[in-house]
T-cell receptor
Framework: DTEVTQTPKHLVMGMTNKKSLKCEQH?????MYWYKQKAKKPPELMFV???????INESVPSRFSPECPNSSLLNLHLHALQPEDSALYLC????????????FGDGTRLSIL | LAKTTQPISMDSYEGQEVNITCSHN???????ITWYQQFPSQGPRFIIQ???TKVTNEVASLFIPADRKSSTLSLPRVSLSDTAVYYC?????????????FGTGTLLAVQP
């Protein structure tokens, strides 16, 4: 069992849909991360939140919109995605930004039709 | 940035010891070495972390030579369930997250 919970586990959406991915942790971590992982590739960092404020945006297209409502929750809002955005989206947390180890959820498998 | 290089894949048999080496020639003084394991359709899981010499925990050992330009993850007596991708990361703990970049990883296939 992972200490970082991601929902949903699977998501299929059309290119015109709006959906959100959710991530939750109750370890008291102050840093949370979104990663994107394509098949047979390593995870790639997308966003970092530190103390509920966006710290790093790795030049991610605006069709991905992160949100950190409180220290335990992290959302990723999706709108007008492209087929190439199909991937496993991983959430992670750590005590402070940059700390290792990071604790990962099991991801949301996203498919864009 | 300290780039890491690992073998793309390795094969082993159950019960054998497996050693996966990671090269990081440009490792900085403040950098630590961290290894993660990832099963298909799961997030990466922390295995072990070290700075120098040898670190051992209940699942693995990490050997780091004096020059720290490489490190070796050692998995004793692997089983089929150890089949996974293993990532070596190098970065300054508590430093800029941008420095923590996943390399290509090593796909370990354990056969009966």
């Amino acid at each position: 069992d992972t200490e970082v919970t991601q929902t949903p586990k699977h998501l299929v959406m059309g290119m015109t849909n709006k959906k959100s991915l959710k991530c939750e942790q109750h370890m008291g971590h102050r840093a949370m991360y979104w990663y994107k992982q394509k098949a047979k590739k390593p995870p790639e960092l997308m966003f970092v939140y530190s103390y509920e404020k966006l710290s790093i945006n790795e030049s991610v297209p605006s069709r991905f919109s992160p949100e950190c409502p409180n220290s335990s929750l992290l959302n990723l809002h999706l709108h007008a995605l492209q087929p190439e955005d199909s991937a496993l989206y991983l959430c992670a947390s750590s005590q402070e930004e940059g700390d290792q180890p990071q604790h990962f959820g099991d991801g949301t498998r996203l498919s864009i039709l | 940035l300290a780039k890491t290089t690992q073998p793309i894949s390795m094969d082993s048999y159950e019960g054998q010891e497996v050693n996966i080496t990671c090269s990081h020639n440009n490792i900085a003084t403040n950098d630590y070495i961290t290894w993660y394991q990832q099963f298909p359709s799961q997030g990466p899981r922390f295995i072990i972390q070290g700075y120098k010499t040898k670190v051992t925990n209940e699942v693995a050992s990490l050997f780091i030579p004096a020059d720290r330009k490489s490190s070796t993850l050692s998995l004793p007596r692997v089983s089929l369930s150890d089949t996974a991708v293993y990532y070596c990361l190098v970065g300054d703990i508590g430093g800029a997250t941008n420095k923590l970049i996943f390399g290509t990883g090593t796909l370990l296939a354990v056969q009966p």
